[in-house]
């Protein structure tokens, strides 16, 4: 893990540390989340898949939110588990296919999750002071300060 990782991972936490007991709180913490998206390889139409994948996922019952570049589930684990095999199914179906899925506990309530989106995060690298020491010059060559 690098000082960058180690900053925005204090950062985060410090933020979610501040957020109001009700918004830490899962709002299920039965329920699993399952974000996915889908990446047709080969097919001279990439909706179609998608759309099927979509759909799937939608009769499964669970609640289903779509999005730009993904889709989100949520329920009980096995529900979960089986509307995910239907999604890649009904995408493969129609050729080579990518899925790729993230999976969760304990899904976050809406007030959470709007605080956390809303929260700016400054993950600029900062460069550690080994790196500022041998930083290259005008010429691009390295040389340690002082020399």
Same mark, same amino acid.
């Given at each position: ?51 099927? &994948?979509? %759909? *799937? !996922?939608?009769? +499964? #019952?669970? =609640? @289903?939110? $779509?999005?730009? /570049? ?16 239907? &999604?890649? %199914? *009904? !995408?493969?179906? +129609? #050729?080579? =296919? @990518?899925? $790729?899925?993230? /999976? ?18 400054? %993950? *600029?690298?900062?460069? +550690? ?19």
């Amino acid at each position: 893990m690098t000082d960058d990782d180690r900053a925005l991972d204090a950062a985060l936490a410090s933020d979610f540390a501040h957020a109001p007991d009700a918004a830490r709180a899962p709002r299920r913490p039965e329920a699993t989340g399952c974000q996915f998206s889908i990446y047709p390889l080969t097919q001279a139409d990439i909706h179609a898949p998608i759309q099927d &994948a979509i %759909a *799937a !996922a939608s009769s +499964s #019952g669970l =609640t @289903v939110q $779509v999005g730009r /570049l993904s889709t989100f589930m949520e329920g009980p684990e096995d529900e979960v588990f089986m509307a995910l095999r239907s &999604a890649f %199914a *009904a !995408a493969r179906a +129609s #050729g080579g =296919t @990518v899925m $790729v899925a993230t /999976l969760t506990t304990g899904v976050p309530d809406d007030e959470l999750v709007a605080h956390i989106q809303s929260t700016r995060v400054d %993950a *600029a690298p900062q460069a +550690s002071a080994a790196q500022q020491e041998e930083a290259p010059d005008e010429s691009g060559s390295r040389q340690t300060k002082g020399q």
